[in-house]
C-alpha cells in the first residue's frame, strides 16, 4: 500500500501532520493527512479517519502472523494475540502524544468488508488484544460498524 489518506474534521498544524506521517511510517504506511469537511472548531477531540483493510492493519502490529481477521482463534496462539495487541496499544500511546490535549480515535473504514471499526487511542490493552478476534462480518452486524465497550467486547453500536 503506497499512499495511505489520513482524514480530519478539526484544524491540523504541520507539527501534527509531520508526527502522523512518522507514525504511520513505523508502520510501513506512507500518509497523507488532508483536512475535509467543515473543519469543526472542536479540538477537545480529533477523529482521524483512514481507508485501508483493518486485516491489512493488524498484520503491521503482528508481523504478518494473522492474514485474515477471524482466523487469530483458529491458527494463531494467545501469545501471538497479545503481543501484537501491545504492539498496537504502544502504537495508539504514541498517537495520543501527538496531541495530548485532544480525545483522539482512529476511524478504520475498512474497502474489503465495508465496515468501519472506530478506535480510541486511549484503548485499554484488554481491547487492543481483542481485535484479532474481530470477524466484520459476524461482529459489525447490520450497521457495519464496531466499537469497544468494556461490557461487549467489540459489536456494533446498535
Known amino acids: 500500500m503506497s499512499i495511505l489518506e ?15 506521517r512518522s507514525l504511520f511510517a513505523d508502520l510501513g504506511l506512507d500518509a497523507e493527512v488532508s483536512v475535509h469537511g467543515n473543519q469543526r472548531r472542536d479540538v477537545s477531540s480529533w477523529s482521524l479517519s483512514i481507508g485501508i ?32 495487541g501491545r504492539r498496537l496499544h504502544g502504537w495508539l500511546r504514541q498517537l495520543r502524544l501527538t496531541r495530548a490535549d485532544r480525545e ?11 465496515v468501519t471499526v472506530e478506535i480510541p487511542a486511549a484503548l485499554p490493552p484488554e481491547a487492543c488484544e481483542a481485535l484479532w478476534q474481530v470477524d466484520p462480518d459476524r461482529d459489525g452486524g ?4 464496531l466499537t469497544w465497550t468494556s461490557e461487549s467486547g467489540w459489536t456494533a453500536p446498535f
Open 142 to 145: 447490520e450497521a457495519r460498524y
Open 104 to 114: 483522539i480515535t482512529l476511524v478504520v473504514e475498512d474497502p474489503e468488508t465495508e
Open 53 to 84: 483493510p483493518l486485516a491489512y492493519l493488524l498484520v503491521k502490529f503482528g508481523d504478518g502472523y494473522v492474514s485474515k481477521l477471524g482466523e487469530m482463534a483458529a491458527e494463531a496462539s494467545v501469545e501471538s494475540a497479545a503481543t501484537a
Open 6 to 20: 489520513v482524514r480530519s474534521e478539526t484544524p491540523v498544524t504541520e507539527t501534527d501532520r509531520t508526527a502522523l
